[in-house]
């Protein structure tokens, strides 16, 4: 039996992008290849907010993770985090033998522009990273803030995962000031799981070639270099995600990026409304994420049992807890395509399972 998505990650995808996933393949070295990558990388600009080039890769959006850091790090990454996928950029670094050094903030708390300013007067770093919008937690970090404090620090690099919200969320890299800003196809954007793509400042392209051993697949500069020349990529692409990837751009575009946003934030508001008169928020106010909102729960709630599972037998599939709050949070996601009234059948499922008021 198909399950309605409302994980944070994959999405459900409408059939119209599905089909396009079919379109008869290219030459991934032709004139049509280059006129898809290009269509695609304007559209992605004007979703991003930025002049920077668009690179693309056949990974999720960890490997642009990977490669970023590893990269562009000439001295020492300042990894802050908020949740497990902020953890996570510190395991990349640790992997890739990249100097890295991890700052956790409280759970449920952000990342502050002051943490990040004491950090950075040390003077021992030359990347920051963040995690815009955190599914762990639901955490959603003032990277406009942070990008202000960056700013002071001319030689620091500014690498963001927003995976989990571009599309769904304002990101405004140019204005923010993001060197590397990274995001997937399979949450916000509403297409299968498989292709990756991030912007690239000019800054982070001269410290990429500073730095002597960057890997190959995911080496920064060794991508931009052949997109710089015609729009085409040094390995072969998933072309099928690439069709389907242009035709969503359009859709979205059609919608409007702020109409949007403003969609993903009324059906937040309303699981958030729900989960305060029913639970507990575990984000912070004020630094909640319109994407996905992380539940706390009582001692004694068993979210498998007492509701997942009976959701899952009514056809709606939500998120468990994940990484450090998996026993004491729930989630459920509002990313994509989906629509109000879609989001009041799930609401009103929870409310007879658990025989909660309306």
Request: a negative charge; glycine letters at 8%.
């Amino acid at each position: 039996m198909y399950k309605k998505l409302f994980i944070p990650g994959p999405t459900d995808v409408d059939p119209r992008v599905l089909e396009k996933m079919a379109t008869p393949m290219i030459g991934h070295r032709t004139k049509e290849a280059t006129e898809l990558q290009k269509s695609i990388s304007e559209k992605m600009q004007k979703l991003m907010y930025t002049d920077d080039t668009i690179l693309l890769s056949t990974s999720s959006g960890t490997g642009l993770m990977e490669g970023s850091i590893r990269s562009c790090t000439r001295k020492r990454a300042a990894v802050f985090s908020v949740g497990a996928f902020g953890n996570r950029w510190h395991q990349l670094a640790t992997a890739n033998n990249v100097p890295a050094d991890i700052f956790k903030s409280e759970p449920g708390q952000p990342t502050t522009p002051e943490m990040v300013d004491e950090v950075l007067k040390t003077g021992k770093y030359d990347v920051v990273t963040v995690t815009h919008n955190e599914t762990s937690s639901g955490v959603v970090n003032p990277c406009k803030e942070i990008g202000d404090v960056i700013r002071k620090y001319d030689d620091v690099l500014y690498l963001v995962d927003a995976v989990s919200s571009l599309g769904g969320d304002k990101v405004e890299v140019d204005a923010w000031g993001i060197d590397c800003c990274i995001t997937s196809t399979q949450k916000c954007l509403a297409l299968p799981p498989g292709l990756s793509l991030c912007s690239i400042s000019d800054r982070a392209l001269k410290a990429a070639e500073q730095v002597e051993n960057r890997g190959y697949y995911l080496d920064i500069l060794r991508l931009y270099k052949r997109v710089a020349k015609d729009f085409q990529y040094p390995s072969t692409p998933s072309l099928s995600h690439m069709f389907a990837l242009d035709y969503q751009l359009d859709r979205i575009m059609e919608e409007g990026p702020e109409n949007r946003f403003a969609r993903h934030k009324k059906l937040a508001d309303k699981v958030r409304a729900w989960a305060l008169k029913h639970f507990g928020l575990f984000a912070a106010e004020g630094y909640r994420s319109n994407t996905v909102t992380c539940i706390s729960t009582p001692p004694g709630f068993v979210f498998s049992e007492q509701l997942s599972k009976p959701m899952l037998e009514r056809g709606y599939r939500l998120g468990g807890g994940y990484g450090d709050f998996k026993s004491t949070t729930f989630r459920i996601a509002t990313m994509g395509e989906l629509q109000e009234e879609t989001l009041d059948e799930v609401i009103a499922a929870m409310n007879e399972i658990l025989g909660l008021e309306a």
